[in-house]
């Protein structure tokens, strides 16, 4: 291993960015830690790891870290103290849940866990005011609960997951247009009137739940949302 990615480490000493996807790798890689003072992304998708160590604290000047469709089952508490990252990408492995601490990456924008086990809406989500998008879909999420009428992202995706209830407090969101709830278990009833009344949403996928989307015209607050929509296409073009 150590010969095959020894020029990557060499070169990321310099630059400060490794590509390691697709290496093989089964393992954390240790010769990382020789340039842990200078490495800013990294990443290392598409191989086999199961483990993160806790010891990638030590990457304090790390801003992009990309882990997609590896063996990682869980993340360390010791990553909050990466408090420069303003990108994690970590699809397609099998997170049951995330650390509480993570509310200390007070610079994450982009936060991208697609493909896992999650069964929880993280509730530290809120308390992250630099965060633009999050993405959250194919896993297991029942509920989204009350905290995340604070949340700042622009942009929430989660698309098929196992949602049946959502509190009415995501029209409280600040900043969010793009709300993705695309294949779930979401009855008509169970899309806050408020959310399409009163919210800044202009963008609100709900195609593959229980219900028909033509029904949804006739919901209160529709016309309201689809002057929002309306008005965004224009923007576009």
């Not at 020789?34 to 993160?52: A, Q």
Request: proline residues 4%; aromatic residues 4%; charged residues 20%.
């Amino acid at each position: 291993m150590g010969n095959s990615i020894k020029p990557h480490i060499q070169n990321a000493g310099k630059t400060g960015v490794c590509q390691l996807s697709n290496s093989n790798l089964r393992e954390f890689p240790k010769e990382l830690f020789l340039i842990s003072g200078v490495l800013r992304t990294l990443d290392i998708s598409e191989n086999k790891i199961s483990v993160v160590p806790t010891t990638i604290c030590k990457f304090e000047q790390m801003k992009h870290l990309t882990m997609n469709n590896n063996r990682i089952s869980s993340l360390p508490d010791s990553m909050c103290k990466l408090t420069k990252l303003e990108s994690v990408q970590c699809s397609g492995n099998q997170l049951t849940r995330l650390p509480d601490s993570f509310s200390q990456l007070t610079n994450l924008r982009t936060l991208v866990l697609s493909g896992n086990r999650l069964s929880v809406f993280p509730r530290w989500l809120s308390s992250l005011k630099h965060l633009d998008v999050v993405d959250l879909s194919r896993n297991r999420i029942a509920e989204v609960p009350d905290s995340v009428g604070e949340l700042t992202a622009t942009e929430l995706n989660l698309n098929q997951n196992q949602i049946s209830l959502m509190s009415e407090n995501i029209a409280n969101c600040p900043r969010l247009k793009v709300l993705r709830l695309e294949e779930n278990c979401l009855q008509l009833n169970s899309i806050p009137t408020r959310l399409l009344a009163d919210s800044h949403v202009s963008l609100l996928a709900v195609e593959g739940n229980l219900f028909e989307l033509k029904d949804m015209q006739d919901k209160e607050g529709y016309e309201a949302y689809m002057e929002r929509y309306t008005a965004t296409k224009k923007k576009m073009f």
